[in-house]
């Protein structure tokens, strides 16, 4: 099974609001990842966990904080969010080898995010 | 550090013609190369990698692309598109060692299938 679920799909949020993204995965990868995606764009990452710990943040607003409560669980705080901030995010995991070599990512189906 | 180029923004075929999508990288050595599909409001759906061995990969949906070391290419290729196979296509590079391990995303490519 390949496959990494997100919820919500979609998410309207004013300015003020805090919501959530959350994102889960049952492969046993130990490197999860977020990304932002505008249209017909590739996506760019935004943070990396390996072994539930922060190990990249893309220089990426404060307004935007990450969580990885366990191995499977990937969240995404949001809170004060910009107009400019409505894309999609996408959630991706890999195992994550030592030395540092790139493998496969298996990306979920995104939350469609808007913010008023 | 690895960088990846899709020269081309859109592509347009008709159904039942023979597709090829350009990718070339900058690297190095030899990297781990990756195809990904992603349709209107999707996520990315992994089409094939190419981490060693056989240069011509195959993968889902008939896809199958081949790794030109020469020619610093990896391009993707299908005998006979169908009208479903219309998205977006995008090609990424990661190191295989020693380095980042985040691969790097080309821009896309725009796949129009015309009836």
């Known amino acids: 099974d390949t496959e990494v679920t997100q919820t919500p799909k979609h998410l309207v949020m004013g300015m003020t609001n805090k919501k959530s993204l959350k994102c889960e995965q049952h492969m046993g990868h130990r490197a999860m990842y977020w990304y932002k995606q505008k249209a017909k764009k590739p996506p760019e990452l935004m943070f990396v966990?390996?072994?539930?710990?922060?190990?990249i943040n893309e220089s990426v607003p404060s307004r935007f904080s990450p969580e990885c409560p366990n191995s499977s669980l990937l969240n995404l705080h949001l809170h004060a969010l910009q107009p400019e901030d409505s894309a999609l995010y996408l959630c991706a995991s890999s195992h994550f080898r030592r030395g540092s070599s790139t493998d496969t990512q298996y990306f979920g189906p995104g939350t469609r995010l808007t913010v008023l | 550090a690895q960088s990846v180029t899709q020269p081309d923004i859109h592509i347009t075929v008709s159904e039942g013609a023979s597709l090829e999508l350009r990718c070339n990288y900058s690297?190095?050595?030899?990297?781990?190369l990756f195809w990904y599909v992603q349709s209107p409001g999707q996520g990315l759906q992994l089409l094939l990698k190419?981490?060693?061995?056989?240069?011509l990969v195959q993968g889902i949906k008939g896809f199958e692309a081949e790794f030109k070391r020469s020619q610093s290419s990896f391009n993707l290729r299908k005998p006979s598109v169908h009208w479903s196979d219309a998205a977006e296509y995008f090609c990424a590079v990661g190191p295989p060692s020693g380095g980042s391990y985040i691969p790097t995303f080309g821009r896309g490519t725009s796949l129009i299938v015309h009836p």
């Open positions: 690297y190095g050595a030899t990297p781990y």
């Open positions: 966990y390996s072994y539930e710990k922060l190990s």
């Open positions: 190419y981490f060693s061995g056989d240069t």
